[in-house]
C-alpha cells in the first residue's frame, strides 16, 4: 500500500519486554504491565495514509504538555538521551503559532518521537525526529506541525504532488525563522533562489514526477518561493486567509495538481493556470518580484 491516497484508521497495539516502551501514531489509550512484557495500545481516530504511520520500540522516557490552546502534547525520548525532550519543549510555542495561521490544530493530540536517524517525518500526530540538533531545531519542529495540516489533513492523491506538502511547510517554516528566530524572510528567500536552478537541474520541475529524483530538494524551495510569490500577488491577509482555508474545506481528503491550482483560481478569480504551470512543470526558475 505503498501510495498516499489509501487513508485508514490506525489501532496500533505494541507489547515489549519491560521497561521498553512501544510509541505509535494516536492517543495512548492504555498501558498495561504483566510478566514482564508491557502493552501500549495506541488509537488514531482519523484517516491516514500508511506512509504517515510510525512505530517506534525501546527504553523510552516521556514527558506530557498541553498547547495554549489544550491541545495534548507528549515529548519521547530514549532514555540515555532524555535530556533532548528539553527542546522539544518549543513545540507548544510552535504549535500556536501555527494554529494563528492555519486554524485549529486538527487532531486530538500531537508527540515528538524521537529515533536513531538524522531526518525528520510528519507521521500523523506523532512527528518523527532523528536525534541532530537540526532535526530537534524550533525550525524542523514547526514544518514537520505544519505537515499536520498540508499533507496529513490533506494528502496527495499520488506521489507527483508531494510539492503541496512540502512547499507550504518550508514556506511556513521561513515565516516561522522570520518572525520568532530572527533569520529576515527575503534574506531566506533569496538564498533559496540562489539553489534553485540547480535543484531543478538535478530533480526536474516541482510538479513532474521522475522516481529517480522523488523527494529532493526541488519540491521544497522552489513551491516555497511560489508561495511566496502568489503572496506578493495576494496581498499579505487574502492570501493567508486561503492558506488557511484550504485544509479547512478539504479536510481528510486527497487531492492533486488539478484541483488544488483549480481552487486557488476560484477563491482569487484570478486566472493562474500559467502561475502555477511556470513554478511547478518549468524546467528553470521564473522571475521574482
Known amino acids: ?74 515529548y519521547w525520548a530514549p532514555t540515555p538521551q532524555r535530556r533532548l525532550i528539553q527542546g522539544l519543549r518549543q513545540t507548544a510555542d510552535g504549535l500556536d503559532w501555527l494554529e494563528e495561521k492555519l486554524g485549529p ?12 536517524s538524522r531526518s525528520g517525518m510528519e507521521t500523523q500526530t506523532m512527528i518523527t525526529l532523528g536525534m541532530t540538533d537540526y532535526t530537534t ?17 490533506v494528502t496527495p492523491s499520488d506521489w507527483r504532488d508531494v510539492w503541496m506538502n512540502e512547499g507550504m511547510a518550508m514556506y511556513l517554516q521561513a515565516n516561522w525563522s522570520a518572525e520568532e528566530d ?38 521544497y524551495y522552489v513551491p516555497a518561493l511560489m508561495w511566496h510569490e502568489l503572496r506578493l500577488r495576494l496581498g499579505t491577509d487574502r492570501f493567508w486567509s486561503l492558506v488557511r482555508a484550504w485544509p479547512e474545506e478539504h479536510a481528510g481528503q486527497n487531492a492533486d495538481y488539478d484541483e488544488i491550482t483549480t ?23 521564473p522571475a521574482r518580484a
Open 137 to 153: 531545531s524550533g525550525a524542523v519542529l514547526v514544518h514537520e506541525a505544519a505537515h499536520q495540516w498540508y499533507g496529513d489533513l
Open 1 to 74: 500500500n505503498d501510495q498516499p491516497a489509501d487513508k485508514a484508521l490506525y489501532d496500533i497495539t505494541v507489547s515489549v519486554p519491560a521497561p521498553a516502551q512501544g510509541i505509535a501514531n494516536g492517543v495512548l489509550e492504555s498501558t498495561t504491565t504483566a510478566d514482564g512484557v508491557t502493552t501500549n495500545s495506541w488509537h488514531l481516530d482519523e484517516p491516514a495514509a500508511s506512509y504517515l504511520v510510525t512505530v517506534a520500540t525501546g527504553d523510552y522516557t516521556v514527558e506530557e504538555d498541553v498547547s495554549s490552546s489544550g491541545v495534548p502534547l507528549q
Open 182 to 219: 530572527g533569520q529576515p524572510l527575503d534574506a531566506t528567500l533569496d538564498y533559496w533562489a540562489s539553489i534553485a536552478p540547480q535543484l531543478l537541474r538535478d530533480g526536474g520541475p516541482a510538479a513532474a514526477y521522475d522516481p529517480a529524483t522523488f523527494g529532493t530538494s526541488n519540491i
Open 105 to 116: 490544530y486538527p487532531f486530538d493530540s500531537l508527540g515528538v518521537l524521537l529515533v536513531d
Open 263 to 285: 481552487w486557488w483560481e476560484e477563491q482569487t478569480g484570478l486566472e493562474l493556470t500559467a502561475f502555477f504551470d511556470s513554478w511547478l512543470l518549468g524546467d528553470t526558475l
